[in-house]
């Protein structure tokens, strides 16, 4: 069983135009972090979350974390075939699992030219 | 500054084979872990260290995968004798401070392992 639920799974859009990507659970995070993998890579992070509300903006990207810090959604806009790959969200619960990051399964991100 | 290093960065076996993974984390990082990503799915924590100490293996198959970090830098993570259902990438991350929510974890680029 998952902890973290991303949807959509897959997504294949046409260069410019948006998407949003979701993460969520019925857990408390203290804080989460998402990443894109492209293949034959390791994850790579883009932004790290740690407030309820909190939002972030990375060019393109805008990161939002849930009031009560058990969601999450990455939205991208006027999307770029460079934007292609694996985008995963990965919530840490601190406490006695310092360091542990629980993954979602991902999304696959498809930008077409 | 180098990055994390794995290799090898792909190895196929057969079931009941033993395979060895190497992985060298960014220098200065205390803290290592390896991960297990299957096709599809987001990578899962198999174990923790911190300096060459065990911090988290609740999710290691111990009766046939093992792993060690002496002396506290470079890790072997290791599977005997290994499934079909082992194969998967192997990631190994490093990071410096897994007390900070902030904490940046530093992936390597992974070995696809294949067992036939």
């Known amino acids: 069983t998952q902890l973290l639920e991303q949807s959509p799974q897959f997504l294949s859009i046409q260069e410019g135009e948006n998407l949003t990507v979701y993460c969520n659970s019925s857990?408390?995070?203290?804080?989460l972090q998402w990443y894109r993998q492209e293949p034959g890579e390791g994850p790579v992070l883009l932004v790290t979350v740690v407030t309820g509300g909190e939002v972030k903006k990375l060019k393109r990207l805008t990161f939002q974390f849930g009031d009560a810090r058990k969601d999450s959604s990455l939205h991208i806009t006027a999307a770029q075939p460079g934007d292609t790959g694996l985008y995963l969200c990965a919530g840490a619960k601190g406490g006695s699992t310092l360091g542990r990051l629980y993954f979602g399964r991902g999304t696959q991100l498809t930008v077409w030219p | 500054e180098a990055g994390v290093a794995q290799s090898p960065r792909y190895k196929i076996i057969e079931k009941r084979q033993s395979v060895a993974f190497w992985c060298n984390p960014i220098?200065?990082?205390?803290?290592l872990y390896w991960y297990q990503q299957i096709l599809g799915q987001g990578p899962k924590l198999l174990i923790q260290?911190?300096?060459?100490?065990?911090?988290?293996d609740s999710q290691l198959p111990k009766d046939r995968f093992s792993a060690e970090r002496l002396k506290g830098v470079d890790s072997t993570l290791k599977i005997q004798p290994a499934k079909l259902e082992d194969s998967a990438v192997y990631l190994c991350a490093s990071s410096l401070a897994p007390g900070l929510r902030t904490d940046t974890q530093y992936f390597g680029p992974g070995t696809r392992l294949t067992v036939l």
């Open positions: 220098s200065g990082h205390a803290t």
């Open positions: 857990s408390v995070f203290s804080s």
């Open positions: 260290f911190q300096n060459n100490g065990v911090v988290d």
